[in-house]
């Protein structure tokens, strides 16, 4: 036990300091992305502009990079309050809308509200779940559907929340390595989104399978044990 307790402390310690780092990073960032903005108005129609619009594509990615990093410096225990699946899942789906209407995707819904609760962190929870649309959404370049379905397990005791896109789809590499940190196969990618979410479910003591096959369906199946 006692172990236990100078690991979480030493863990805890590098959360805080991980997310010092992050924003004595990030605050410079936001002045340079800021006279890089300035600098594009400038540029604009000249053949320099395309440099600006780079670098802050390139800021923007470190940006992204850093925020995923501070999810994962923290704790790895997490919050255990009883939190409605259904509210998380439609606050992210709200989130998304504005993206799914512009690119004309079609998100088919079939969410109940009924579902017993889970005792967990809804603000890791709803994370998890906006890194799986995030990546629906990314496998539809050319468009397609999302299908999100909430259920209660055949065991009762399970919430289950599928998550379906008719994307690009993944090979079994792809699959295999699906978790690792860092692994990508996008050209902003930050490789991090499956990592975060599989080390989410497994705190919640819930469970994580993903079907695929290139040029096919990608199917992300949550199962979260109720409280
Ligand atoms: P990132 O999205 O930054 O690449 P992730 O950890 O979220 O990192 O995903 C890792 C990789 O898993 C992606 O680069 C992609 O190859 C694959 N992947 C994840 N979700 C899907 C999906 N719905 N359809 C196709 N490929 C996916
Ligand atoms: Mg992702």
Known sequence: LENAVI???????????????????????????????????HLKGTSKEKYISLSLAELNRVNNLLTEFLQLSKPGYSKRIP?????????????MESEIFRRNLEINLDITNDLPAISGDSDQLKQVFLNILKNALEALPNGGKIFLHTSQSKHEDYVKVVIKDTGVGMDEQTIASIFDPFFTTKE????????????????????????????????????????
Do not use: W, Y
């Open 188 to 227: 902003k990618g930050t490789g991090l989104g499956m990592f975060i979410i599989k080390k989410v479910i497994d705190n919640h003591g819930g469970h994580l399978d993903i079907q695929s096959k290139p040029g096919n369906d990608t199917t992300v199946t949550v199962l979260l044990p109720t409280s």
């Open 83 to 95: 939190c409605c699946i259904s509210k998380i899942i439609n606050d992210v789906v709200m989130l």
């Open 7 to 41: 690991k979480a402390e030493k863990l805890a310690i590098l959360g805080q300091m991980a997310a010092g780092m992050v924003h004595e990073i990030r605050n410079p960032l936001t002045i340079i992305s800021g006279f890089m903005q300035l600098l594009q108005n």
